[in-house]
Every structure is written in C-alpha cells, then in structure tokens.
C-alpha cells in the first residue's frame, strides 16, 4: 500500500512563497504520477500541477502557471511544489495525489479520479 505524506503548508502573506514536499512510500516512485489538487473551503477540489513518471514532463492548472513548479526526486520518493508569488486565492488544503499504476496515459493529468492515492493534505493560508 502507499502511502502519501505532505509537509509544508502554513500561513504566509500575499507575494511570499512555500515549497510543499510529499514524500511517499511502497510501490515504486520512480513509476508513479505524482500530482497536487487543492480544496479552498465551500469549492470543489481542483487540480494544481502533476508530473509524469517516464519523461517528467509537468502540467499546471492555468490559475498557477508560472507561480508554482512541480518536480521530483526519485531518490527521496518525494515531489515537490514550489509556490512563489502567492495570492489570497491560493489559499486551500494541498493534497498530494499518485497514480501508482504504472501506465502511461496522455491527457488525464487532470483529473483526480486516476489517482489512486491521496495523502491528508496540508493546509496553505495566504493573508492580503
């Protein structure tokens, strides 16, 4: 079973930045897609950035391209989120997610129904 833990969330002022760290363990990182979604309270979870196994290649949600980068260290079984410039709007729960199959496939970065395993999330406030 893997299992999925983040770190580094807490409460900064518009403009600051925060890395997030997910660290994981079972099954085989180096072949997982790793993604970040987020809650803001009374929304729907969305997708935040994900990044794929075979050619690390990132995706972002628009609302975040350019402020937030995701990346990977197969070594440490760990991805990060690196936020910079960040808004009152970004304020949320920050859950780490994995695809743990092993199985490449295009264009479903997006959508937490293919991943099939969530940490418990870590919580970013940004004040104005």
């Known amino acids: 079973q893997v299992q999925l833990v983040e770190s580094g969330g807490g409460l900064v002022q518009a403009g600051d930045s925060l890395q997030l760290t997910c660290t994981t363990s079972g099954g085989t990182f180096s072949q997982f897609r790793m993604g970040w979604f987020r809650q803001a309270p009374g929304k729907e979870r969305e997708f935040v950035a994900a990044i794929n196994w075979h050619d690390n290649s990132p995706y972002y949600a628009a609302s975040i391209k350019g402020r937030f980068t995701i990346s990977r260290d197969n070594a440490k079984n760990t991805v990060y989120l690196q936020m910079t410039s960040l808004k009152p709007e970004d304020t949320a729960v920050y859950y780490c997610?994995?695809?743990?199959?092993?199985?490449?496939?295009?264009?479903?970065?997006?959508?937490?129904?293919?991943?099939?395993?969530w940490g418990q999330g870590t919580q970013v406030t940004v004040s104005s």
């Open positions: 997610a994995a695809d743990t199959t092993g199985v490449y496939v295009p264009n479903i970065e997006r959508r937490d129904s293919e991943y099939d395993s």
